[in-house]
């Protein structure tokens, strides 16, 4: 977060810029600064901007005015990273509520070939805090899991900073070990998205109050949302700050080049007084560096707020892919190995790997929702004339019905009646190549698109693909703007889980050896958290 020097250090720039205030009206003509603001943020600096502008601070021999126009904060980091869709966006000088929103400028801004957005300092902060109707126990991000006694509520974090602010703490909270992906999914898995907007926000508060049992719901906001509802005469809400800590709303002022930099640069100043802070202070928000504000803090009851330490770059991008991620649905095709491998033992069951392997994916199928779209292929050699796989059942969705027969109960009886070739090989490399264009072939861009493998073997398939032509082909075909990963999963002594890895990456997926198939069923529970991991070494592998 951007933190303020102090408004003596911003005095002190406005005399080195040759600033001062015009006396008796000596100004030749004005120079008018455009000011974007965050709705949170405008009233007060409209109010301070009308101050201002009587007052006549010169600059470079004109009077500097500003004019102040509400916007919201996501159409402003459009706008300073030049994407073409937020024109009427434009503006001198921009107040976003957060330095969040700053890094996705920056990577519109590498997108267009802008100059990436680089703040001067901060006009307000506003810590984000757990609101909820009631209670004395203390609230952490780390708590919010599915079989944690309360439920996290958080702005939809695409549109909103304090839902940023709730991810990023969340993911921080999850930590960093082998079961990191693991406990932020858990936290994701539990968490629900609230609109934004001021009805949206009055809705969710009155959720709060509203509870009628199960666990107890929390809500991410801004410690000027607790105080508005208080000042406006709703039903009271606490507001308790994470023991966990927590990130503080800046509110980043962005200017552009000459005069009127300048003069934004003044006002600036004139926001860092007394007067400043109290005009703020009207408005529920603390002032630049999170510094007190008895008034603010006399109707919320939060004190200091304990400083926290920013998030590393490229946070907030990685932390909202995630949250995109977990809240896509699945369209996996699965790929099953059916060779005479197949038919060995798996230790202490009595029963083929094959069998297991069936079983095992038709336990995760049920845990799948309707809304799923799945589908079945079995490979090894001579399955289908010359081609080693054939199609069980097509890439249908769940609840959807094939014939009069549900699709997942389609699914279930192919499973069922799968069975090993005792003679067949492994054509590994050519079923992985058909099962990707298959799935690339029906796309979706509101699922993640997938094709599971499982195998016990390696490649064994006279005149077929080799892995060199297979990974030339993947890399070709990949298309990053409409992706299909492959996802591997090995077992037994003799996978290639080399050749499982090196696949898997060529598509942006990732590989796995598990100790035997009976893990297959905990991936599938732990499908959430396959989702949103991009480093193999921190997935879940059952």
Same mark, same amino acid.
């Given at each position: 977060?951007?933190?303020? &020097?102090?408004?003596?250090?911003?005095?002190?720039?406005?005399?080195?810029?040759?600033?001062?205030?015009?006396?008796?009206?000596?100004?030749?003509?004005?120079?008018?600064?455009?000011?974007?603001?965050?709705? &949170?943020?405008?009233?007060?600096?409209?109010?301070? &901007?009308?101050?201002?502008?009587?007052?006549?601070?010169?600059?470079?021999?004109?009077?500097?005015?500003?004019?102040?126009?509400?916007?919201?904060?996501?159409?402003?980091?459009?706008?300073?990273?030049?994407? *073409? %869709?937020?024109?009427?966006?434009?503006?001198?000088?921009?107040?976003?509520?957060?330095?969040?929103?700053? @890094?996705?400028?920056?990577?519109?801004?590498?997108?267009?070939?802008?100059? !990436?957005?680089?703040?001067?300092?901060?006009?307000?902060?506003?810590?984000?805090?757990?609101?909820?109707?009631?209670?004395?126990?203390?609230?952490?991000?780390?708590?919010?899991?599915?079989?944690?006694?309360? %439920?996290?509520?958080?702005? &939809?974090?695409?549109?909103?900073?304090?839902?940023?602010?709730?991810?990023?703490?969340?993911?921080?909270?999850?930590?960093?070990?082998?079961?990191?992906?693991?406990?932020?999914?858990?936290?994701?898995?539990?968490?629900?998205?609230?609109?934004?907007?001021?009805?949206g926000e009055a809705a969710a508060?009155?959720?709060?109050? *509203?509870?009628?049992? +199960?666990?107890?719901?929390?809500?991410?906001?801004?410690?000027?949302?607790?105080?508005?509802?208080?000042?406006?005469?709703?039903?009271?809400?606490?507001?308790?700050?994470?023991?966990?800590?927590?990130?503080?709303?800046?509110?980043?002022?962005?200017?552009?080049?000459?005069a009127k930099a300048a003069a934004?640069?003044?006002?600036?100043? @004139?926001?860092?007084?007394r007067e400043g802070a109290d005009?703020?202070?009207?408005?529920?928000? #603390?002032?630049?560096?999170? +510094?007190?504000?008895?008034?603010?803090?006399?109707?919320?009851?939060?004190?200091?707020?304990?400083?926290?330490?920013?998030?590393?770059?490229?946070?907030?991008?990685?932390?909202?892919?995630?949250?995109? *991620?977990?809240?896509?649905?699945?369209?996996?095709?699965?790929?099953?190995?059916?060779?005479?491998?197949?038919?060995?033992?798996?230790?202490?069951?009595?029963?083929? #790997?094959?069998?297991?392997?069936?079983?095992?994916? @038709?336990? +995760?199928?049920?845990?799948?929702?309707? %809304?799923?779209?799945?589908?079945?292929?079995?490979?090894?050699?001579?399955?289908?004339?010359?081609?080693?796989?054939?199609?069980?059942?097509?890439?249908?969705?769940?609840?959807?019905?094939?014939?009069?027969?549900?699709? *997942?109960?389609?699914?279930?009886?192919?499973?069922?009646?799968?069975?090993?070739?005792? =003679?067949?090989?492994?054509?590994?490399? =050519?079923?992985?190549?058909?099962?990707?264009?298959?799935?690339?072939?029906?796309?979706?861009?509101?699922?993640?698109?997938?094709?599971?493998?499982?195998?016990?073997?390696?490649?064994?398939?006279?005149?077929?693909?080799?892995?060199?032509?297979?990974?030339?082909?993947?890399?070709?075909?990949?298309?990053?703007?409409?992706?299909?990963?492959?996802? +591997?999963?090995?077992?037994? !002594?003799?996978?290639?889980?080399?050749?499982?890895?090196?696949?898997?990456?060529?598509?942006?997926?990732?590989?796995?050896?598990?100790?035997?198939?009976?893990?297959?069923?905990?991936?599938?529970?732990?499908?959430?958290?396959?989702?949103?991991?991009? =480093?193999? #070494?921190?997935?879940?592998?059952?």
């Amino acid at each position: 977060m951007v933190l303020i &020097a102090g408004v003596a250090a911003l005095l002190v720039v406005g005399a080195l810029l040759g600033v001062r205030q015009a006396a008796g009206g000596g100004c030749d003509g004005r120079v008018t600064v455009s000011l974007a603001a965050d709705p &949170a943020v405008a009233p007060a600096l409209t109010a301070l &901007a009308g101050r201002f502008n009587g007052a006549e601070h010169e600059v470079g021999g004109r009077c500097a005015e500003v004019t102040v126009n509400t916007l919201p904060s996501a159409a402003m980091a459009l706008a300073l990273g030049g994407d *073409r %869709s937020a024109a009427q966006a434009r503006a001198d000088a921009y107040v976003l509520d957060s330095s969040l929103w700053l @890094e996705i400028a920056g990577r519109t801004a590498e997108r267009t070939g802008t100059a !990436p957005p680089k703040p001067i300092g901060s006009v307000a902060s506003s810590p984000v805090v757990l609101a909820r109707a009631k209670g004395a126990e203390p609230l952490s991000w780390r708590s919010m899991t599915p079989d944690g006694a309360v %439920s996290l509520r958080l702005p &939809a974090p695409e549109q909103n900073a304090a839902g940023m602010v709730a991810l990023l703490m969340a993911k921080r909270a999850a930590g960093t070990g082998d079961q990191a992906i693991a406990g932020f999914t858990g936290i994701l898995a539990s968490a629900q998205s609230v609109e934004g907007s001021a009805r949206g926000e009055a809705a969710a508060f009155d959720g709060l109050v *509203r509870f009628g049992g +199960g666990k107890t719901p929390v809500l991410a906001v801004p410690e000027q949302s607790v105080w508005r509802r208080a000042t406006a005469g709703g039903a009271p809400v606490q507001a308790v700050l994470p023991a966990d800590g927590t990130m503080a709303l800046d509110f980043p002022l962005v200017v552009a080049a000459g005069a009127k930099a300048a003069a934004a640069r003044r006002f600036l100043a @004139e926001v860092g007084t007394r007067e400043g802070a109290d005009a703020l202070a009207k408005a529920g928000l #603390r002032p630049a560096g999170g +510094g007190p504000a008895p008034a603010v803090s006399a109707v919320t009851g939060v004190g200091a707020v304990p400083a926290t330490s920013p998030p590393a770059p490229g946070a907030v991008s990685e932390a909202l892919e995630m949250w995109r *991620r977990m809240h896509l649905g699945t369209r996996m095709l699965t790929v099953i190995d059916v060779s005479g491998s197949m038919l060995e033992q798996v230790p202490g069951t009595g029963r083929s #790997r094959m069998a297991v392997t069936a079983g095992e994916v @038709e336990k +995760g199928i049920s845990l799948m929702p309707d %809304s799923a779209e799945m589908g079945l292929w079995a490979f090894s050699t001579g399955m289908d004339g010359p081609r080693p796989y054939k199609e069980l059942a097509p890439v249908g969705r769940l609840g959807a019905t094939d014939g009069g027969l549900p699709h *997942r109960a389609a699914m279930q009886q192919a499973l069922a009646r799968m069975r090993a070739k005792p =003679d067949g090989d492994t054509g590994l490399y =050519d079923s992985v190549l058909a099962a990707y264009r298959t799935v690339k072939a029906g796309y979706r861009d509101d699922m993640i698109n997938i094709v599971l493998v499982l195998t016990d073997g390696r490649n064994d398939f006279a005149g077929g693909l080799s892995e060199r032509t297979l990974l030339a082909q993947l890399k070709a075909e990949y298309d990053a703007s409409r992706p299909v990963q492959v996802v +591997g999963l090995g077992f037994g !002594p003799g996978v290639d889980l080399g050749a499982l890895q090196r696949i898997a990456r060529a598509t942006g997926g990732a590989a796995y050896q598990i100790r035997d198939p009976r893990q297959i069923h905990a991936l599938f529970q732990q499908s959430a958290a396959l989702k949103i991991c991009d =480093d193999p #070494r921190q997935c879940p592998t059952g």
